[in-house]
């Protein structure tokens, strides 16, 4: 018998082992920060943060198993920014998530059962946030949320910096007068 015929057979899958550690590495270091950002950029609605997590540790996935995909430094930030970009684009092209205006909005209630404990301030603030025009949401959430510069949140929603920024101006100032609270900005 030969040496050769001692050692184990190479793993074939060797990579894809590899690859289904780190992204459950990955997942257990971010999963909740990523869900609690997702949840709060669909305006307190679990399933659609969840939907999104779900969405963005599969984007994960798929660039972890192409080799020639750039290095990811930031995994947080870059899942985070995939999760909001999901739920913005989703709402954006759901229609039924979208309120007509002075119109009563059935059924838009803030899904509580997956939380142990909400204090008022948060459910609040979550009202709040649901209320903001959807143009208004999104800029707030892109730059306070996902973390992204003023011009990458103008680029993902086709508009300029100063309308980003406008808009971010106008949803502090609705924020402020729902909550009752100081901006912090």
Request: charged letters at 25%; a negative charge; hydrophobic letters at 40%.
């Amino acid at each position: 018998m030969s040496a050769a015929a001692d050692e184990p057979a190479p793993d074939p899958g060797g990579e894809e082992d590899d690859c289904e550690r780190e992204i459950e590495a990955l997942y257990a270091a971010f999963n909740q920060t990523v869900m609690r950002k997702a949840t709060l950029a669909a305006a307190g609605h679990t399933q659609d943060g969840w939907d999104a997590t779900q969405h963005a540790f599969i984007k994960a996935w798929e660039h972890l198993r192409r080799p020639e995909a750039p290095q990811i430094t930031n995994w947080q930030g870059w899942l985070v920014k995939t999760a909001i970009r999901h739920v913005l684009f989703a709402r954006r092209h759901d229609s039924s998530t979208v309120p007509l205006e002075d119109a009563d909005r059935p059924g838009d209630q803030v899904l509580l059962e997956d939380h142990v404990v909400l204090k008022e301030t948060y459910q609040n603030t979550l009202d709040a946030i649901a209320d903001l025009t959807e143009r208004q949401r999104q800029a707030l959430v892109l730059v306070h949320i996902a973390g992204c510069s003023t011009t990458e949140a103008a680029r993902d929603m086709a508009v300029t910096n100063s309308t980003v920024r406008n808009l971010i101006h106008q949803a502090r100032v609705r924020l402020t007068a729902a909550t009752g609270e100081a901006s912090d900005a």
